[in-house]
């Protein structure tokens, strides 16, 4: 199996597994508060804020997963640190982690350049960059697997537990789309995109200096302290901003 490299990590507390815990935890309660809700009498700004919630939690899924990929998530145990990343790939949307493993690995060794799995030469068309993006962690078979895995599930939801099927559009699909855009936009597009005319795909990664309230708000910190992340990939998502101008 290939591994990331990564320094030697900090051993001395369970903050990733509580963080893990505390995310899903609220990823279900809320999704099952959310099958309750009768839209029809629903406030429009009351289920902006669901959608938005549940968005927001469906990302956090993929950053636990991708916080296992670098061996953050459960350090003291490594074994158990990969079966928790591959179940939140699997909540988020069927992901196949060996193959996330290898375009993650990818991603790190060859950043905004042409061997970069997330990455598209052409920044000034980011549809293009989104499809591209998308194709690398759905391929075909991942696709089918996707589509088939939630067609079963919903077909149990509606039919067995009586969901309403809008409350499964709003607040289980929807999400998980806005959630692949937050992920591209903020985590992908934004710190890798070309500048000064980059022919070269030479990595520029950058890191935008907001507010830390608005970094863990718009990506969990991956979007503004990015560059943190390359420079020191063993440092955990939520002590990134701690990791600005830091020397190791």
Known sequence: M??????????????????????????????????????PNSSWIWLICM?????????????????????NLIPQNQRLNKIVGRLMLGIY???????????????HRYPSQSGDPDFHGDATNPIHWYCKFMGEYFPLRSLITFIASMIVILAILTIVFHVAFINLILFWLLPLILSSLQLFFFGTYLPHRQVDNNLNFSP????????????????YNFGHYHWEHHAYPHIPWYKLPKALYRNH
Not at 51 to 70: D, K, P, Q, W
């Open 93 to 107: 949307g069927f992901l196949p982690y060996d193959r996330c493993l290898v375009n993650h690995i990818n991603h």
């Open 2 to 39: 290939l591994s990331l490299p990564k320094k030697a990590l900090k051993t001395d507390d369970w903050m990733g597994a509580i963080i893990t815990f505390v995310i899903a935890s609220l990823w279900v309660a809320i999704l099952v508060d959310s099958f309750q809700i009768f839209v």
């Open 51 to 71: 959608i938005l919630v549940r968005t927001y939690l469906h990302t956090g899924l993929f950053i636990l997963a991708h916080e296992s990929m670098h061996g």
């Open 204 to 219: 520029r990664l950058h890191s935008d200096r907001y507010a830390v309230l608005w970094s863990f708000l718009s990506c």
